[in-house]
């Protein structure tokens, strides 16, 4: 059973560079997100999509796109890396509609800004 | 707007000792849910309990429980006879939606010692 799988699982880049971290999931789910984790702070919204060619911001979104073209994925794009952007990123799903909210996790992405 | 505390930073306990963490949230909505996620040090976030607004009953899945007191704003977890395979970071989460938009507290370290 895949769930949600995140790739990759640990980047490095050098400011100013650009990387998409990819996510996708095998459940049907309509709704998709990525959040980003940081000591002391929690998991924060980025970006979240509610179905195919549609998406919307989250809590923290500048500095980061994301698309929605099929049900299964949904991609984070940093297309200038800053320090401020080393954390790391989770990508999410669940049922939209009739579901309760319950988000399921891919495994994480360890990104590093130097 | 939406806001979920968790107070307890760090805590660090005995093997065997029952521990408590708390969580009080804010929501204007009569309609929420509040999660429970446990974070390993392995990394993965781990669903532990999703509670409906309109459901208050405590709930007990083997050494966990849950107290859901809306007159409090309050949902806490207790692990009885903790054990150090509990130790991981803990976080507390509300969704207004059925869209799967939580909002987290900012986790509650636990440790728990030999």
């Known amino acids: 059973n895949a769930g949600v799988t995140q790739t990759p699982k640990f980047q490095v880049l050098k400011t100013g560079q650009s990387m998409t971290l990819q996510c996708a999931q095998d459940m049907n789910h309509e709704y998709m997100s990525w959040y980003r984790q940081d000591p002391g702070m929690g998991l924060r919204l980025i970006h979240y999509s509610v179905g195919a060619g549609i998406t919307d911001q989250g809590e923290v979104p500048n500095g980061y796109n994301v698309s929605r073209s099929t049900t299964e994925d949904f991609p984070l794009r940093l297309l200038s890396a800053a320090p401020s952007q080393t954390s790391v990123y989770f990508c999410a799903s669940s049922l939209a509609g009739g579901g309760t909210g319950e988000l399921f996790f891919g495994e994480g992405s360890r990104l590093t800004v130097l | 707007a939406q806001k979920v505390t968790q107070a307890q930073t760090e805590i660090s306990v005995v093997e065997k000792e029952d521990v408590t963490l708390d969580c009080v949230y804010e929501t204007r909505d009569t309609t929420y849910y509040l999660f429970w996620y446990k974070q390993p040090p392995s990394g993965e976030l781990v669903f532990l309990i999703r509670?409906?607004?309109?459901?208050?009953q405590n709930e007990i899945s083997g050494r966990y429980s849950w107290n859901f007191q809306k007159s409090t704003s309050s949902f806490n977890f207790t692990i009885t006879a903790s054990q150090v395979v509990d130790s991981a970071v803990y976080f507390c989460?509300?969704?207004?939606?059925?869209?799967?938009?939580?909002?987290f507290g900012q986790g509650t370290e636990l440790s728990v010692k030999p």
């Open positions: 989460a509300l969704s207004e939606s059925q869209l799967g938009k939580l909002i």
């Open positions: 509670r409906n607004s309109f459901d208050e």
